[in-house]
């Protein structure tokens, strides 16, 4: 969802996107970025919700998904994720 953007200035002389950022309490460069902030907190929730570190579940799963089988990749989803063996 992006911030809505309005170069309207209103009465305080503050713009009506920089009014928008400040009331909700976030506020991204660009859709894109918002975009990513969403993905990487869906990511976070998930792990929470399934009482897994998400710190280390991204580290481990980011090292092993260049060689993990394409058909087994539901494996590595946080309520699926085991830790690698060391």
């Known amino acids: ?26 506020s991204f460069g660009s859709d894109l970025g918002g975009n990513t902030a969403a993905v ?5 929730a998930s792990c929470q919700r399934v009482g897994v570190d998400p710190y280390a579940w991204f580290k481990d799963v980011l090292t092993r998904i260049a060689d993990h089988p394409i058909t087994r990749l539901a494996e590595l989803l946080p309520h699926n994720w085991k830790p690698a063996q060391a």
Request: aromatic share 10%.
């Open 40 to 44: 990487l907190r869906s990511f976070v």
């Open 1 to 26: 969802m992006a911030i809505w953007r309005s170069t309207i200035t209103g009465p305080s002389g503050a713009s009506a996107e920089w009014r928008s950022a400040a009331t909700t309490g976030c």
